[in-house]
């Protein structure tokens, strides 16, 4: 028995490896303070793991990961009474904790910085599902799911997110 | 009718998009240039990466593993007191449904702090601080702190001990034990030269084992050999022995061999050197824990005049160069 179990533990760290980065930047668009971040990360984890029986193969929980992320977040913003709960509110900064880099053949980091800005304005839900298609190469149904909307809000919220883009780099000209 | 520009291209960007709406967009950037650089500039931001703060995975990725630590102890523990009960029957179900009482009720559930690469800091349960160094462990049964004090360590660690006169803290390390009431000291338990290296800060230690017992005052340290059982006290300059523990290293007047056994018990990674000639080389050298090792030896490299290359088996090789 603990052999199978150090080497699933094994696959396991594999697994958090690789999807660290995602949950991290995935709860940071919800809960600004750095430490309840990494603490809920590492509940998220600890979730998978204790469930591991019951969970399918772990290639194919990813988007489970994101939906128990979700709720660790809203969770712990409720229990912490913040008046962010209320999602359409909410303004943190969801670029925070990350670095963003280009390819820089058509737009130069300061362009980057100020388009960030130009995102982080927008509402927060626009900002999640931007965040999920864009970065963590959700589809739009898979997006919706995690954020429980429907496939036509995720699809009007890209496209205004995509708007404000345009908006920004038509002024600066 | 004609589809505006967003909300094409954010469908192509998503990879969402149909044949048609592809062709749609296609034709849009064909006939007007400024369309065709926007489109560029917006797929460029959208293409490009976002990393997350690498400390923040770093955490998490420790903290996961000292957790399920802790639950791989439990769940061995659990196993053995559920077989056990299996044979009384009866009970079972009603276990299993409050696994924190029930552990509650059996003291020597088994708890351990582990760390991988980097180090981390604990407070036990009678507020003793423990800085724990990479690579190490502690355990301890859930009877610490009721009848004793008492925890058993693998590599290196600092302690701030709380003081409590009727319940000695114990540190067990290969067969040797460390006992204090309430005091500051390092423990460093190298299983590779069957060493066990103890120095004290503050207040006093009594140190114990196969044919040593003895008492350390504030600044001296302990050198114990675990195979002859030879030891060796002295007096300590405490800042080499506890640099760690501020996140530096720092090493003075040793050799080049001697330093390169200590990198490899930090960095938990086989160094060979095939260059006799540089292990009698006398070195001082002061590092940053988070650094990466082959920033410390190519820092070193023109100095000693050496190079050094990765082996296939995630070893490095030390070699003279040319």
């Given at each position: 028995m603990s052999e199978s179990n150090e080497k699933y533990e094994k696959m396991f760290r594999f697994f958090v490896n690789n999807n660290c980065e995602k949950v991290i930047r995935f709860i940071s668009l919800f809960v600004p303070d750095r430490l309840s971040c990494e603490e809920l990360a590492s509940d998220v984890f600890m979730s998978i793991w204790l469930n591991r029986e019951k969970l399918p193969d772990l290639n194919v929980i990813n988007n489970y990961m994101l939906t128990v992320a979700r709720n660790k977040a809203l969770n712990y913003l409720r229990d912490e009474k913040q008046e962010t709960l209320d999602l359409d509110t909410c303004t943190i900064d969801i670029f925070r904790y990350t670095e963003t880099t280009p390819e820089s053949i058509y737009i130069s980091k300061e362009t980057v910085v100020e388009l960030n800005k130009a995102i982080n304005e927008l509402p927060h839900r626009t900002k999640l599902a931007f965040t999920l298609v864009r970065e963590q190469k959700k589809s739009y149904k898979e997006a919706a799911e995690i954020l429980s909307v429907s496939v036509k809000t995720v699809e009007k919220q890209v496209a205004v997110a995509v708007e404000k883009l345009k908006e920004k780099l038509r002024r600066k000209k | 009718m004609e589809k505006d520009f967003s909300s094409l291209a954010s469908k192509i960007l998503s990879g969402e998009a149909t044949e048609q709406e592809r062709e749609t967009l296609r034709q849009m950037l064909h006939e007007s240039e400024d369309d065709a650089l926007l489109f560029n500039e917006i797929k460029e931001y959208w293409d490009a990466k976002v990393?997350?703060?690498?400390?923040?995975?770093?955490?998490?990725?420790?903290?996961?593993?000292?957790?399920?630590?802790?639950?791989?102890?439990?769940?061995?523990?659990?196993?053995?007191?559920?077989s056990f009960w299996r044979a009384a029957a009866i009970f079972l179900l009603l276990l299993s449904c409050g696994t924190i009482y029930y552990y509650n009720a059996y003291p020597s559930h088994t708890y351990m702090y582990a760390t991988q690469g980097a180090i981390s800091d604990y407070i036990l349960g009678d507020s003793t601080k423990v800085k724990l160094n990479k690579y190490s462990s502690i355990t301890f049964t859930s009877s610490f702190g009721k009848n004793n004090r008492r925890v058993d360590l693998s590599g290196e660690a600092y302690f701030e001990v709380t003081k409590d006169a009727a319940k000695k803290f114990t540190?067990?390390?290969?067969?040797?034990?460390?006992?204090?009431?309430?005091?500051?000291?390092?423990?460093?338990?190298?299983?590779?030269?069957?060493?066990?290296?103890?120095?004290?800060?503050?207040?006093?230690?009594g140190f114990e084992a196969y044919k040593c017992q003895t008492l350390l005052h504030p600044g001296e340290e302990i050198v114990y050999d675990v195979v002859s059982g030879d030891y060796n006290k002295q007096i300590t300059d405490?800042?080499?022995?506890?640099?760690?523990?501020?996140?530096r290293y720092l090493y003075s007047d040793i050799t080049f061999g001697e330093f390169i056994r200590k990198l490899e018990h930090i960095y938990h990674i086989r160094i060979d050197i095939d260059y006799p000639d540089i292990e009698n080389k006398v070195i001082t050298?002061?590092?940053?824990?988070?650094?990466?090792?082959?920033?410390?030896?190519?820092?070193?490299?023109?100095?000693?005049?050496?190079?050094?290359?990765?082996?296939?088996?995630?070893?490095?090789?030390?070699?003279?160069?040319k």
């Open positions: - | 990393v997350t703060d690498r400390n923040m995975q770093a955490s998490v990725d420790e903290k996961i593993h000292s957790r399920i630590k802790g639950s791989v102890a439990q769940s061995r523990r659990n196993n053995f007191i559920n540190v067990r390390t290969q067969d040797t034990e460390t006992t204090v009431f309430g005091t500051e000291f390092n423990v460093l338990s190298d299983k590779k030269s069957k060493q066990v290296t103890v120095t004290l800060s503050k207040g006093s230690v405490l800042q080499f022995n506890t640099a760690w523990t501020t996140g050298a002061l590092f940053l824990v988070e650094r990466p090792i082959g920033e410390i030896l190519s820092a070193l490299k023109d100095e000693l005049k050496f190079k050094y290359r990765e082996t296939d088996e995630a070893g490095i090789v030390i070699e003279k160069s």
